[in-house]
Structure formats: C-alpha cells, structure tokens
Nanobody, 122 residues
Framework: QVQLVESGGGLVQPGGSLRLSCAAS????????MGWYRQAPGKQRELVAG???????NYADSVKGRFTISRDNAKNTVYLQMNSLKPEDTAVYYC????????????????WGQGTQVTVSS
C-alpha cells in the first residue's frame, strides 16, 4: 500500500530553521501534486506550500519568503525548508500527495502522512 512518511520536525527557537522531508513509497505509478499542510491546536488544517510535478510552486502568504518547497521525483520525496521560523508556525505538519497507483493509473487519489510536530519556542 502507499505510504507517506514525514521526518524532520522538532523544537526550534524563533528565527531558527528546520527541514521537513516526506517520502512516498508503495505501488506508485505517478505523483502529481505534493504539498505540505499544517494544523495548529484549535485551528483548521491549512495549505502551507504545494509543488506540481513540473516544479511550479505555490505558498501561503504567511510563509512566502521564509519557506521553500522542493521535490525529488526520482525519490518520490518532497521537502520543506523552513527559515526564520516564528512561534505562529507551531503546528503539526502533514505531507500530502495526489498520485496514481500501478493498479489504477487513471484515477488520482489523495494520500496523507501521519504528521510531524514543529514547535517554535524560546
């Protein structure tokens, strides 16, 4: 089965940096869009950044200029480089991928990782 496994979260001081990784594995045929979402306590899950298979990207206004999303198509992996972190960036970060499998190459399905905690605090 398809799995998305995130890594790289943790505790960091304001102004610091973290790099999140998310590797997709399993019977994958192709991955279209990959992205990062986050959910803070008491808030709805929100899109942080997304990247298409061709490399085009989009970002939430709150992270523009501080976060960079990238992907390695050969490794089915997406990254999120987070710089100048602020306390308001504290949340659980989830990886998301829209992909097709070897068993159903015509239908794009949505998959989520288990989430990784990012805490920005002094």
């Amino acid at each position: 089965q398809v799995q998305l496994v995130e890594s790289g979260g943790g505790l960091v001081q304001p102004g610091g940096s973290l790099r999140l990784s998310c590797a997709a594995s399993g019977p994958i045929f192709s991955i279209n869009v990959m992205g990062w979402y986050r959910q803070a306590p008491g808030k709805q899950r929100e899109l942080v950044a997304g990247i298409a298979s061709g490399g085009s990207t989009n970002y939430a206004d709150s992270v523009k200029g501080r976060f960079t999303i990238s992907r390695d198509n050969a490794k089915n992996t997406v990254y999120l480089q987070m710089n100048s972190l602020k306390p308001e960036d504290t949340a659980v970060y989830y990886c998301n991928a829209g992909l097709t499998t070897l068993w159903d190459r015509l239908r794009t399905a949505n998959y989520w990782g288990q989430g990784t905690q990012v805490t920005v605090s002094s």
